[in-house]
């Protein structure tokens, strides 16, 4: 609903499949997310990791709507990512994260821990400098996790509710 006709033309020259789809209470995001989850899935047994690039630049409303989107789809592997950041959804449970280190000089990779809605009653993290014991809940306008620091080569995180995982990267070095 929000692409320019040329560039529509364009792409529809080159061989590209064009879907309209006009339901304006949806974001261009969650049309692509829905038309991927329709697909059948690569394996039995296993879902889709879709990695979402550029989801942290330009429009700040964008952003935020990128975010929600990893709340609307809690159970499917969705990863926001940036030239320097990413972020995806922690689910109540246990999370190993690997591969969280830089793998350049003393190069810091910083990290941090958000709910957006509702309170995490419960984080406990293993494998960051100042690790959160589960004695504090995690709620906006009361306390977040931000600019922690990635220790380990591994991060065990458990959480009680739905937060998200942010991480500086650097792509292409």
């Known amino acids: 609903d929000s ?3 040329e560039v529509v033309r364009a792409f529809e020259s080159r061989g590209a499949r064009v ?4 339901d304006v209470n949806t974001t261009d995001l969650d049309k692509c997310i829905r038309l991927v989850l329709n697909q ?11 990695l979402v690039a550029g989801a ?3 429009r700040m409303d964008h952003v935020m709507a ?5 709340y609307v789809y ?20 246990t999370h190993v994260i690997h591969g969280t280190r830089p793998s350049h000089g003393n190069e810091k990779t910083i990290c941090g821990l958000v709910p957006l809605g509702q309170e995490c009653r419960y984080v406990r993290t293993e494998g960051l400098r100042w690790d959160l014991d589960g004695s504090r809940p995690l709620r906006l306008g009361t306390f977040i996790s931000t600019s922690n620091e990635v220790l380990a080569e591994e991060v065990t995180v458990n959480v009680s509710h739905p937060v998200i995982w ?3 990267i650097r792509l292409g070095v």
């Open 56 to 58: 942290f630049g330009g």
């Open 19 to 22: 879907i309209r789809d006009c």
């Open 40 to 50: 059948p899935v690569p394996a039995p047994g296993h879902g889709w990791t879709i």
């Open 66 to 70: 990128n975010l929600h989107t990893l």
């Open 74 to 93: 809690p159970h499917h592997h969705l990863v926001l990512f940036s030239d320097d950041e990413i972020a995806f959804l922690l689910t109540p449970g």
């Open 166 to 168: 942010l991480q500086g």
């Open 3 to 5: 692409a320019r006709p």
